[in-house]
């Protein structure tokens, strides 16, 4: 039974928050506007090994809300996770990284931007939900396009 394939593990290590930032460079004045801001928001998803079986998946969120031409807030959250992934096939790993952490992940980054805006004395920006699955599919698809349209091979 020594040939035997060992069970796939994944534990969750630790959650934490990584960074976040918050600016509002032209407050007072812009706090005044009687218009509503237009908000932007983009989304990340990072991966790295720490370790042998151990990597740290980050999420990050950045909402800025403008006037104009000017900064009402930008807020910046990155939220972290280090989870224990072994035995996991290869060709599976991207998908663990890159859907099934974030998907655990995001939830805590979601309350921190609505928290540390609210803090801000500001509405509360409530992120949509996201399918991580979709999003890694369409970054591979991408990718694969980008390599197909003229990378040279």
């Known amino acids: 039974m020594a040939d035997a394939p060992a069970n796939p593990v994944f534990q969750i290590q630790r959650m ?38 151990i990597y740290e998946v980050t999420v ?17 959250v990155k939220q972290a996770g280090i989870f224990e992934i072994r035995n996991v096939p290869q060709e599976q790993m991207d998908s663990v990284l890159r859907v099934v952490c974030p998907q655990i ?17 500001f509405p509360p920006v409530h992120l949509a939900e996201i399918n991580f699955q979709v999003m890694f599919e369409q970054q591979q698809a991408a990718a694969a396009a980008q390599g197909a349209n003229g990378t040279p091979q």
């Open 60 to 76: 990050s969120a950045t909402v800025h809300a403008k006037h104009k031409d000017k900064t009402v807030f930008l807020a910046e």
């Open 105 to 121: 992940i995001y939830p805590y980054a979601r309350s921190n931007v609505a928290d540390v805006i609210t803090r801000a004395g």
């Open 16 to 53: 934490y928050l990584k960074d976040m930032s918050l600016e509002q460079p032209n407050s007072p004045g812009i706090l005044l506007e009687p218009e509503q801001p237009s908000v932007d928001i983009q989304l990340g998803v990072g991966a790295e090994s720490v370790a042998e079986g």
